[in-house]
């Protein structure tokens, strides 16, 4: 083959590549409508499918940070673990009697959902079976709780008979952490011991060892275990002279009397064991909300 002749067939397998791309590219775009510039549609195409690619993306980004927030509003409007929504707002103690045996109540019967009004009445706390202080405490010092228990029991507490599982005041609290610190302050108060009644880390045959040999005058506990001790008989209910409803809230916001896990074992000591010594005239105990 002459030089000449190679030229040319390069020349022609050029050409007919050259077609094949034009063709291609015209047949790519054979639906750009007419009046755009061929060599400009396939960018401005490519551009619009960049920017509707852009609006997805940043529609998909809106609607995911819309979701979070929700899911954000939601977990700080609820406890979790299906539990119902807690409160946001400080839980203020009443301080006249008729208005606490109302509040009791009032939770009672959320702790009892479907409860017929009569059944409600048969177990309601009434203003009798609130603690009325000879002299109540200033609430506005950090000892009210202290000084309150000092008005119940005067002077008896370390130096009355020594009765093994019955204290003579009943402190209800939300939490062991709660228990803990209510304990520290207790101790003061009296030369015996004050029993630490809660389930994390202690187990129940060991609180009814101790219930059968320590002296005791000041139990603080929470709502569950004093409930299941208080049915087993192991802590007595004959001693008491104060049971109070420690009505602190925690970082929460929650309520000992409006918590998913302590309001019906608290209702039910109320309900199956309190309210029925009540009635005996050998038992002279009354109740308060702090």
């Not at 630490?196 to 005058?217: C, G, R």
Request: proline letters at 4%; a positive charge.
């Amino acid at each position: 083959m002459s030089l000449k002749n190679g030229l040319a067939d390069a020349l022609e397998d050029d050409f007919a590549l050259d077609g094949d791309f034009a063709q291609d590219s015209v047949s790519d775009h054979s639906d750009v409508d007419v009046g755009v510039d061929a060599d400009v549609a396939p960018e401005q195409s490519t551009n619009k499918r960049q920017r509707d690619h852009s609006e997805a993306r940043d529609t998909e980004d809106s609607g995911a940070a819309k979701k979070q927030k929700k899911k954000q509003r939601k977990k700080q409007n609820h406890r979790g673990d299906g539990e119902t929504p807690r409160s946001t707002s400080k839980f203020t103690v009443p301080r006249g009697l008729d208005e606490q045996a109302a509040v009791w109540n009032k939770f009672m019967k959320k702790a009892y959902p479907g409860i017929a009004q009569l059944e409600l009445d048969d177990i309601a706390m009434q203003e009798k079976h609130v603690y009325r202080a000879e002299k109540e405490p200033k609430r506005d010092t950090g000892s009210y709780l202290e000084d309150l228990v000092r008005t119940a029991v005067p002077n008896t507490m370390g130096k009355s008979k020594i009765t093994f599982g019955a204290p003579q005041v009943l402190v209800i609290c939300s939490s062991a952490l709660r228990v803990i610190d209510l304990v520290k302050r207790m101790r003061p108060l009296t030369q015996r011991t004050v029993l630490k009644l809660f389930s994390k880390h202690i187990k129940i045959a060991e609180h009814k060892k101790i219930l059968k040999s320590a002296p005791v005058d000041i139990a603080v506990g929470t709502p569950n275990r004093i409930h299941k001790l208080l049915q087993d008989g192991d802590l007595k209910a004959n001693r008491l002279r104060l049971v109070v409803v420690d009505c602190w809230q925690d970082d929460k916001m929650r309520v000992v009397i409006d918590m998913d896990d302590t309001r019906a074992d608290l209702f039910a000591i109320w309900r199956d064991i309190l309210l029925p010594a009540s009635a005996n005239p050998d038992h002279s105990f009354k109740f308060r909300l702090v």
